[in-house]
């Protein structure tokens, strides 16, 4: 059973950057795909950046691609995603997601993980 815990998130200026983190216990990261997802107001939740278990193939949204980047830190089982270029469209709440199965074509699909954190607000303000 994974435990995850978003932080990082807050009010910013468009242009601004962030990064959030996603602490997870219970399990070894390294035997997880692991992603992030957002969900703004009124919106649908939607796939921002992802990794397989191997830490590999990363893959994002073609919203965010060039601007952030996902990672994560095996040692200290935390994923990271580092967002710069802050736009008042990236307003949401970010959620953090794993599975043990996904397979690679899923990655974007939420409801393909099984363990997600309470998330974190992250406001752009213009």
């Known amino acids: 059973q994974m435990h995850l815990v978003e932080s990082g998130g807050g009010l910013v200026q468009t242009g601004d950057s962030l990064r959030l983190s996603c602490a997870a216990s219970?399990?070894?990261?390294?035997?997880?795909?692991m992603a992030w997802f957002r969900q703004g107001p009124g919106k649908e939740r939607e796939f921002v950046a992802a990794?397989?278990?191997?830490?590999?193939?990363?893959r994002y949204a073609d919203s965010v691609k060039g601007r952030w980047t996902i990672s994560r830190d095996i040692a200290k089982s935390t994923i990271y995603l580092q967002m710069n270029s802050l736009q008042p469209e990236d307003t949401a709440v970010y959620y953090c997601?794993?599975?043990?199965?996904?397979?690679?074509?899923?990655?974007?699909?939420?409801?393909?993980?099984?363990?997600w954190g309470q998330g974190t607000q992250v406001t752009v303000s213009s």
């Open positions: 997601a794993a599975d043990r199965q996904i397979i690679l074509s899923s990655l974007g699909n939420a409801g393909s993980y099984d363990y």
């Open positions: 219970g399990a070894s990261i390294r035997n997880y795909a």
């Open positions: 990794f397989t278990r191997s830490g590999g193939y990363p």
